[in-house]
């Protein structure tokens, strides 16, 4: 572990914020961020080549699908002109839940950092769009970089069909010139005319390690300090501003040859699938959602587990072959004290076989391991599923609250229990069992967006119709719970009746709005609901002017008629007890959200944070609007944000003006304030139609902030048999605390952490590795998830929590090495005669490792050795005091193939003495060696 002391002077708050930041080689700008701040409006970014690639992939597809059985869903508009290139389908496609890797640069070989995702203008079933694949909304395909030298004609859309490959030109030798000096913004001609003759490409340096050898480009710009190194200027095509890109006049053909050659990447890909709906999945642009279930075994099962089945089959007798039909289908049983396996499949007959082998099993105790069970649920479902949980007991393992709810907000998964209570098969003696002992399940719920729903054996058949209601564009208008559980069970039925009150709630119903579904449950007498033109209708009527109604045991559902009237709603219950409230509208449009932090440097803007939000963070929400416009609807402008409790619907301080930053792409951003809510929050959207109407989206999730930043980066492959590492960083923004750290992994591998204990100060970091164990018998292909959980000791605190998938591989063929694939390029520094003071000097050896596999990490006695990517090669450089005069670095390709690289000091008087390095140069080594170890270099 390493870790950095607290310093008293200089915004040791923006430290973290550099490391989230993508390092690596250097190219186009990463997103419209970027744009902004460098005031570079006329650029192309990585964001915008890696959306009209996929877009134009997406367009490719639909064209060559065949016609589908029934009418598809229009994918939706975005409002404005139809961009060249047939962009236009019902506007723009917009593949869902894709976002862009943002590299800092064009150059291979670097680092990538999640960024900005934009799923924006939804399709025809948006909710699809939103609730599949949020976590990879920062996670878009980087496009293919060209060369600095590369030439092609201006911008525009992709070919329909791919051109005939072309050979890689090569590259120039170490010696081989390939600039001269320029000394204006706008360099022009400084590539020498020799490159184009011999048809050699060339890229350009940055900074000063490594150094730029004598004749070679430099990236340039005003970040670059080698651009004022003889050749200076630069060659950079990131941007059209001069100020940012020497070649800013190459900007768009070097963006148009990218497009091109992203696009190719994706047909690629489609062409080695051999499947349209695994590429479909892949873009995740099915309008469908999956099927989810977390389903009790135990004896007293049987209704349940039939009710199951009898949905399952219904869903697929109506969807299958239609663009409603599941993605996917998982199925994870439990009972005590076992839980799993977990069956995940895309093929529905496969799904009903396993679902048809389930049989209840023999159990007498209550309570059961749910908790474990629906734990596997979000790990292996996408993220922005639905959950469905069927049981009647309550949960063995509550220990598990936190990592759940940590998992339903970082997956924004929505999760609906479906308990049975009745009293003619209660496994235990009533008088024994805890009056709330659901009510674990009803803050998982509402953590979540979901419900819970109570019944019994007559009425489980009909109530688990709720599972085939679930659709795409599912948006939730209205949440309440009072109290705990408010089921057969619940407080209201157990206890003396309570006295009837009656007790009002309103709902905003906008002209987005194509109808919806109002559900009530618990210990209430009756219920009336009103419209905005004052028409009542009461739960007795099973029809009405306001829609159709009906009742199965305590729970009723009204369901609204089409088009209902644009205004507030009011609906007043008569309560006796606990009871529970959900408004579910179908609409287009819904949102997305995620947090983000600014990053400084040479390609500045707001990175997505891949964790909740951080308290002492200056954070900023950026919301991606789906179904803004919509045809012969008129459009939508959202106008500010709120933070809400998730419980009394109380605005939590002032309302947030948001920014629309990218005109027409739905993208809205505003900067949160510096002291987030200590409980959990909700968001709600607010904004207008085109006749000033108001518009209100509330996000169904619950979202709570953390008092420290954790973060997981994976540092390798894993192969069958060996062990892998995961590095883990942690900053502690405000007081000193002590954190206990604790490790696990699904499958259950041997798996540990360097650290399991911390002390950290305010504004310290600290860095570690988890090593996780990986049997002969994992099969190549499979998926691990490795979770990181830290616990707040001194003072005690709300746990934060990190997760990880890695993918374990093939191992690749090795290729025999007849000698170690590196050598000392240079050594400085001489140490004199043996027996002379040896701490006073110093020698620092060179060394250029080759390795088409990539270097993972170079060490020299257990610590890191500063090394980077140098053209095909890697430098690394090693440094010590004279008391050590030889050293064998270890050096680990991206592979786990290990080797040792021998460095040993010059014999005295064979070169010039290098003296002790004064403090401040010992400092800067410092900071460059925790920079490459924090980074996981």
């Known amino acids: 572990m390493a870790r950095s002391a607290a310093r008293p002077w200089g915004p040791l708050w923006a430290l973290p914020l550099l490391l989230l930041a993508p390092h690596g080689a250097l190219g186009f700008f990463p997103n419209f961020w970027s744009r902004a701040m460098?005031?570079?409006?006329?650029?192309?970014?990585?964001?915008?080549?890696?959306?009209?690639?996929?877009?134009?992939?997406?367009?490719?597809?639909?064209?060559?699908?065949?016609?589908?059985?029934?009418?598809?869903?229009?994918?939706?508009?975005?409002?404005?002109?139809?961009?060249?290139?047939?962009?236009?389908?019902?506007?723009?496609?917009?593949?869902?839940?894709?976002?862009?890797?943002?590299?800092?640069g064009a150059g291979g070989g670097g680092q990538r950092q999640r960024g900005p995702g934009l799923p924006a203008s939804g399709t025809g079933r948006p909710g699809a769009a939103l609730r599949r694949r949020a976590a990879a909304a920062g996670q878009r395909l980087p496009p293919a970089r060209p060369a600095r030298g590369a030439a092609g004609p201006g911008r525009r859309a992709v070919p329909p069909r791919p051109p005939a490959p072309r050979p890689a030109a090569p590259l120039p030798a170490a010696d081989v010139r390939t600039c001269c000096s320029c000394t204006g913004w706008t360099c022009e001609g400084n590539l020498l005319g020799s490159l184009r003759e011999r048809g050699l490409l060339t890229s350009g340096y940055f900074g000063s390690e490594p150094e730029k050898p004598p004749g070679k480009c430099s990236h340039g710009g005003q970040f670059d300090s080698s651009r004022l190194r003889d050749p200076q200027g630069g060659i950079n095509k990131d941007s059209s501003s001069p100020l940012f890109s020497p070649h800013h006049y190459l900007h768009g053909p070097a963006a148009s040859l990218a497009l091109e050659a992203s696009a190719q990447f994706l047909r690629d890909l489609r062409r080695d699938l051999a499947h349209d709906k695994r590429f479909m999945r892949l873009l995740d642009v099915s309008p469908a959602v999956g099927l989810s279930f977390v389903l009790d075994t135990t004896g007293s099962m049987g209704e349940e587990i039939g009710a199951a089945r009898l949905q399952a089959h219904d869903i697929l007798t109506r969807r299958l072959g239609g663009p409603e039909e599941p993605d996917f289908y998982l199925l994870v049983p439990f009972h005590d004290p076992s839980f799993g396996p977990v069956h995940k499949t895309s093929d529905a007959d496969e799904f009903l076989r396993i679902l048809n082998s389930i049989s209840p099993l023999a159990g007498g105790d209550e309570p059961e391991m749910c908790l474990s069970a629906l734990q596997l649920a979000l790990l292996h479902s996408p993220p922005m599923s639905e959950i469905f949980v069927f049981t009647d007991a309550s949960a063995k393992d509550a220990h598990l609250r936190t990592s759940v709810e940590a998992l339903i907000q970082e997956r924004r998964c929505k999760v609906t229990f479906l308990i049975t209570e009745d009293p003619s098969r209660t496994r235990?003696?009533?008088?024994?069992?805890?009056?709330?002992?659901?009510?674990?399940?009803?803050?998982?719920?509402?953590?979540?967006?979901?419900?819970?729903?109570?019944?019994?054996?007559?009425?489980?058949?009909?109530?688990?119709?709720?599972?085939?209601?679930?659709t795409a564009s599912s948006v939730t208008l209205f949440q309440y719970?009072?109290?705990?559980?408010?089921?057969?069970?619940?407080?209201?039925?157990?206890?003396?009746?309570?006295?009837?009150?009656?007790?009002?709630?309103?709902?905003?119903?906008?002209?987005?709005?194509?109808?919806?579904?109002?559900?009530?449950?618990?210990?209430?007498?009756?219920?009336?609901?009103?419209?905005?033109?004052?028409?009542?209708?009461?739960?007795?009527?099973?029809?009405?002017?306001?829609?159709?109604?009906?009742?199965?045991?305590?729970?009723?559902?009204?369901?609204?008629?089409?088009?209902?009237?644009?205004?507030?709603?009011?609906?007043?219950?008569?309560?006796?007890?606990?009871?529970?409230?959900?408004?579910?509208?179908?609409?287009?449009?819904?949102?997305?959200?995620?947090?983000?932090?600014?990053?400084?440097?040479?390609?500045?803007?707001?990175?997505?944070?891949?964790?909740?939000?951080?308290?002492?963070?200056?954070?900023?929400?950026?919301?991606?609007?789906?179904?803004?416009?919509?045809?012969?609807?008129?459009?939508?402008?959202?106008e500010a944000v709120e933070l809400a409790d998730p419980v009394t619907g109380r605005r939590l301080g002032e309302e947030l003006l948001l920014q629309e930053v990218a005109k027409g792409t739905g993208l809205y951003a505003t900067a949160l304030p510096p002291a987030l809510p200590r409980g959990g929050f909700v968001l709600i959207l607010r904004g207008s139609d085109s006749r000033g109407g108001r518009v209100e989206r509330p996000?169904?999730?619950?979202?709570?902030?953390?008092?420290?930043?954790?973060?997981?980066s994976r540092t390798g492959p894993l192969f069958p048999g060996q062990t892998g590492a995961v590095s883990w960083w942690v900053w502690n923004p405000k007081e000193p605390q002590e954190l206990g750290l604790a490790v696990s992994s699904d499958p259950s591998y041997p798996v540990s952490t360097s650290s399991p204990r911390l002390q950290l100060g305010r504004n310290q970091?600290?860095?570690?590795?988890?090593?996780?164990?990986?049997?002969?018998?994992?099969?190549?292909?499979?998926?691990?998830?490795?979770?990181?959980?830290?616990?707040?000791?001194?003072?005690?605190?709300?746990?934060?929590?990190?997760?990880?998938?890695?993918?374990?591989l093939h191992w690749p063929s090795v290729p025999n090495r007849a000698s170690p694939p590196c050598n000392v390029t240079s050594v400085a520094g001489t140490c004199g005669p043996p027996g002379s003071p040896c701490r006073e000097r110093r020698w620092t050896a060179r060394l250029r490792i080759w390795d088409g596999d990539g270097i993972r990490s170079v060490q020299a006695g257990g610590t890191?050795?500063?090394?980077?990517?140098?053209?095909?090669?890697?430098?690394?450089?090693?440094?010590?005091?004279?008391?050590?005069?030889?050293?064998?670095?270890?050096?680990?390709?991206?592979?786990?193939?290990?080797?040792?690289?021998?460095?040993?000091?010059?014999?005295?008087?064979?070169?010039?003495?290098l003296a002790l390095t004064p403090w401040w140069g010992m400092a800067a080594l410092a900071v460059q060696v925790a920079f490459y170890v924090g980074l996981g270099h």
């Open 864 to 913: 890191a050795v500063p090394h980077w990517a140098d053209g095909q090669a890697a430098t690394a450089t090693y440094s010590s005091d004279c008391c050590t005069r030889e050293a064998e670095l270890l050096v680990t390709n991206r592979l786990g193939e290990e080797y040792r690289c021998p460095v040993a000091a010059p014999p005295a008087g064979a070169a010039g003495d």
């Open 428 to 470: 235990v003696r009533r008088e024994v069992l805890a009056a709330d002992r659901f009510d674990l399940y009803v803050g998982l719920a509402r953590t979540s967006g979901g419900q819970v729903i109570f019944t019994d054996n007559d009425n489980i058949r009909q109530v688990a119709g709720v599972i085939g209601e679930t």
């Open 765 to 808: 970091t600290a860095t570690g590795v988890i090593s996780l164990r990986v049997p002969g018998s994992a099969p190549p292909g499979s998926a691990v998830t490795v979770t990181l959980r830290a616990d707040p000791l001194s003072p005690a605190g709300d746990a934060n929590f990190a997760f990880i998938q890695l993918l374990v």
């Open 481 to 638: 719970q009072k109290g705990g559980s408010s089921g057969p069970g619940g407080l209201g039925r157990r206890g003396r009746k309570k006295r009837a009150a009656w007790e009002s709630h309103h709902f905003w119903v906008d002209s987005r709005v194509d109808g919806a579904v109002v559900t009530v449950q618990g210990d209430v007498g009756t219920f009336r609901l009103r419209d905005p033109t004052g028409t009542s209708q009461t739960s007795d009527a099973t029809s009405g002017p306001l829609g159709t109604s009906r009742r199965f045991g305590t729970f009723h559902r009204l369901e609204l008629s089409p088009r209902p009237p644009v205004g507030l709603w009011t609906l007043e219950v008569q309560a006796q007890g606990n009871y529970s409230v959900h408004v579910r509208g179908n609409s287009s449009l819904d949102f997305l959200y995620y947090f983000a932090v600014p990053a400084k440097g040479p390609h500045p803007g707001l990175f997505k944070l891949d964790s909740r939000p951080v308290r002492g963070l200056p954070l900023s929400l950026v919301l991606a609007v789906t179904g803004l416009t919509r045809p012969g609807g008129g459009s939508v402008r959202m």
């Open 38 to 104: 460098a005031l570079a409006w006329g650029s192309t970014t990585h964001q915008d080549l890696t959306e009209d690639a996929l877009l134009n992939a997406t367009l490719e597809l639909f064209r060559d699908l065949p016609p589908p059985p029934r009418p598809a869903p229009c994918l939706g508009a975005v409002p404005g002109p139809a961009p060249a290139g047939g962009r236009g389908v019902c506007g723009v496609l917009r593949p869902r839940g894709v976002g862009p890797a943002v590299p800092r």
């Open 699 to 712: 996000a169904p999730q619950v979202t709570s902030a953390v008092g420290f930043l954790l973060q997981l």
